[in-house]
């Protein structure tokens, strides 16, 4: 770009090429005489003034010039080119967008496409532009410009230098062309490097997937590796490209804590070694606390949980079988069964269980046959069948037990009867009961075991029995005129006197007489009684 050289004007003033105006200071005439202290400092103040506004006016034409500069690049050689006015280009032509700053003033464009406000000589050439020249191309080269600029936004945002390598150095380096090309206004040109510049943008975003997936790869690997520096670099990295993917923002959590982790890892497996087993065990789980995914640290967990469990089941082994030995038969069973649940296909821990199930079995049976016998020797067989029979669940073929179940059966059957005909006697008087009596007593004596109480109550029914089997002497009065009848005896027509021999019972006497009422008379013959004596006579006319 051609210097800007400033134009010389009247009145002290300069204007340059871009219609920034330029304040000339005035030379400041020197008085002869020195003046007072009061008039040099107002001097000095004034001169001071006059040199910042000096350097106002300065930094202001510079701020005009580069943002003229920024919107309006342009090509040194060029410029050159156009430094001396044609004779064709005599037409007056105005900057559209150069603004008007009075009506009555005629502007003129400068070969920067700025407007001076001063008039021309009507004699002098007015040079032109060829802005409209090159207008499409500058158009062109601006969209590609833009479209490029979008791109690059969206590759920052994923941080890209991180991660671009050298496709992101390659975009780089042709947008700084381009950016020489449009400063150059070599607009084509510059719409074609910032198009190639795009091309390499695209590629890296649609290539930032791949990316991510190796990043994550490389992260994994130095997770693996235990190396926490290289994880919080990859992880990281690949979050700038996908920040919301919880898979990486995980692990990168885990990276952040990989030292810490690694540290109670060492720690645990130092403590391990020396059997320190609780230490140990806090070690590893704080580490799988701070990283469950850490294969080295539920290894070291889950390592030390099989290590106290081998201790326990051990303990609990050796404990049930001091307990079996000590004829703890239940604590024993409990114990042995705390360690099955430890290791459930242990042969020891099954053979352990078998010895105590039958030591259980054959001490149940053994306090059960105790029972029984002294319920037998009580006399209360009922207790003595409940016994036999819970032997019996356990083992159905254990021989005292069938044998102790009929014994108990037989007692209980022959103690109800008896205690039937001893609660009601009466029911001998029938021949039939009086069978069924003698029959019990029988049975009562042949059973093999008989205590006290059972030969008490069977002596008692032997005596109901020998006094229901004696008979008593009944004698019936009559008038010779009456037919007699005694029910369970038979008729025994008429007669003034008969002697009968009856088993104590209740029995039932008629006498009947043609002409006159029958008489009815029912007796009782009581056991032991001597005689009975009654008058059955028909004397009531019907």
Not at 134 to 157: M, R, S
Not at 167 to 172: H, K, P, S
Not at 236 to 262: C, G, H, W, Y
Not at 365 to 380: F, G, P, T, V, Y
């Amino acid at each position: 770009m051609p210097p800007e050289t400033p134009t010389q004007h009247s009145q002290g003033k300069q204007v340059s090429d871009f219609a920034v105006e330029i304040i000339t200071p005035l030379e400041v005439r020197k008085e002869i005489e020195r003046p007072d202290s009061t008039r040099y400092f107002r001097s000095s103040a004034v001169t001071i003034l006059l040199f910042l506004m000096i350097l106002a006016s300065m930094a202001a034409g510079g701020f005009f010039l580069i943002r003229h500069v920024s919107k309006h690049p342009v090509s040194p050689a060029k410029d050159m080119e156009r430094t001396q006015p044609l004779e064709t280009d005599s037409v007056e032509r105005k900057d559209p967008n150069a603004p008007e700053t009075n009506k009555d003033r005629t502007g003129t464009t400068t070969e920067s496409g700025f407007v001076s406000t001063e008039k021309q000589p009507e004699t002098q050439p007015v040079q032109t532009s060829d802005a409209t020249v090159f207008e499409p191309e500058k158009e062109t080269a601006e969209k590609e410009l833009a479209t490029f600029l979008k791109l690059k936004k969206e590759i920052e945002e994923k941080d890209g230098s991180l991660w671009g390598a050298e496709e992101y150095d390659a975009m780089m380096t042709l947008s700084q062309k381009g950016d020489r090309l449009l400063m150059d206004r070599s607009f084509a040109a510059a719409a074609k490097t910032y198009a190639q510049a795009a091309q390499k943008a695209k590629g890296l975003i649609d290539n930032s997937g791949a990316v991510f997936q190796k990043l994550v790869e490389q992260g994994l690997k130095a997770l693996e590796n235990e190396d926490s520096a290289v994880a919080l670099q990859k992880f990281s990295t690949a979050l700038r490209i996908q920040p919301s993917d919880e898979s990486a923002r995980r692990n990168l959590d885990r990276a952040e804590k990989l030292d810490e982790v690694n540290r109670l890892i060492t720690s645990g497996e130092n403590h391990e070694e020396n059997n320190r087993i609780a230490f140990a065990l806090a070690d590893f789980q704080k580490a799988v606390e701070l990283d469950p995914e850490s294969g080295k640290a539920q290894n070291g967990l889950n390592r030390l949980k099989e290590k106290i469990a081998e201790e326990q089941f051990q303990k609990l082994i050796s404990d049930g079988l001091t307990a079996y030995h000590n004829g703890h038969y239940q604590l024993a069973r409990t114990t042995l069964l705390k360690a099955k649940s430890f290791r459930s296909d242990s042969r020891e821990v099954k053979n352990a269980l078998l010895q105590v199930d039958e030591a259980i079995r054959v001490n149940t049976i053994e306090k059960l046959r105790e029972k029984a016998m002294s319920a037998e020797q009580a006399e209360n067989w009922e207790q003595a069948l409940e016994s036999y029979l819970a032997v019996l669940n356990i083992d159905p073929d254990i021989s005292f037990a069938v044998q102790g179940k009929k014994r108990a059966l037989d007692q209980i059957q022959v103690s109800k009867r008896i205690e039937f005909f001893l609660e009601k006697p009466d029911a001998m008087e029938s021949d039939r009961q009086l069978e069924n009596a003698t029959r019990l007593i029988e049975e009562a004596e042949k059973l093999d075991q008989k205590g006290p109480h059972f030969n008490t109550r069977l002596n008692e029914l032997k005596t109901l029995v020998e006094i229901a089997g004696t008979p008593v002497k009944v004698i019936i009065d009559s008038d010779n005129l009456t037919e007699i009848a005694v029910y369970k005896v038979g008729k025994l027509g008429k007669f003034t006197f008969r002697e009968l021999s009856l088993r104590p019972g209740t029995y039932t006497v008629v006498g009947s007489r043609n002409g006159y009422q029958d008489v009815r008379l029912k007796i009782t013959v009581k056991p032991g009684q001597k005689s009975l004596r009654v008058s059955v006579i028909c004397n009531m006319k019907v």
